[in-house]
């Protein structure tokens, strides 16, 4: 198993749907990250976890909860979402178990989000 | 705040040299990432620098001046590979941590 993994690659769900991404990393990293990411417009951090722990919330809305179990491990919950939420999710993960200003982030391909 | 400017677009032939701008304002800036990333992929990282200066790395290459807010990417002998999306990230600091700010990226486009 290579890197960073995410399940599922596509996802089309209604507004009134509860659905949940699934991210993996294979590398002994202590941080993970989820970013959306629109159509023509910059990766936007959302969530931060450092060793299990949430340590930065970029003011997401509710409807997307994060859970982290293990440091392998993280998922992003969704619930009434809006059609504006389609993007492309992409799950990080780095080395530091702390928020290390030199620890490189390595990202897995993405969840494609629809939202009809 | 964070404020990222890079190009949207650029063309370049096989073969040729390209160079892509990033300037950038920050708080607590502690070093820029460029990342690669090709339609429907994930980022892959390219390069980081936290000093002034040129970093070589085969092919690609990343300049930093801090003083400036600066930073460039440059690609040799373009390969038809290279067509993707480049990404400039400077590390900055946000809510007592840092944090990494993703520009909104330069579509390469190789052309023979």
């Known amino acids: 198993e290579t890197g960073v993994t995410q399940t599922p690659r596509h996802l089309v769900m209604g507004m009134t749907n509860k659905k949940s991404l699934k991210c993996e990393q294979h590398?002994?990293?202590?941080?993970m990250y989820w970013y959306k990411q629109s159509a023509k417009k910059p990766l936007e951090l959302m969530f931060v976890y450092s060793l299990e722990e949430r340590v930065e919330n970029n003011s997401v809305p509710s409807r997307f909860s994060p859970e982290c179990p293990n440091s392998s491990h993280l998922f992003l919950h969704l619930h009434t979402l809006q059609p504006e939420d389609s993007a492309l999710y992409l799950c990080a993960s780095s080395q530091g178990g702390t928020y290390s200003s030199t620890d490189t982030q390595y990202f897995g391909p993405g969840t494609r989000l629809t939202v009809l | 705040g964070q404020n990222i400017d890079q190009p949207t677009e650029m063309t370049a032939t096989e073969g040729a040299i390209v160079q892509i701008n990033c300037t950038y304002q920050t708080s607590g800036f502690n070093g820029l990432f460029w990342y690669q990333q090709h339609a429907g992929e994930a980022p892959t990282f390219l390069s980081y620098n936290v000093l002034d200066g040129l970093e070589e790395k085969g092919r690609f290459s990343s300049f930093l001046s801090r003083s400036k807010g600066y930073s460039y990417l440059l690609l040799k002998e373009l390969q038809m590979k290279d067509s993707a999306s480049y990404l400039c990230?400077?590390?900055?600091?946000?809510?007592?941590?840092?944090?990494?700010?993703f520009g909104k990226g330069t579509k390469l486009s190789v052309i023979p």
């Open positions: 590398l002994g990293h202590n941080a």
């Open positions: 990230a400077p590390l900055g600091s946000g809510a007592g941590s840092y944090q990494l700010t």
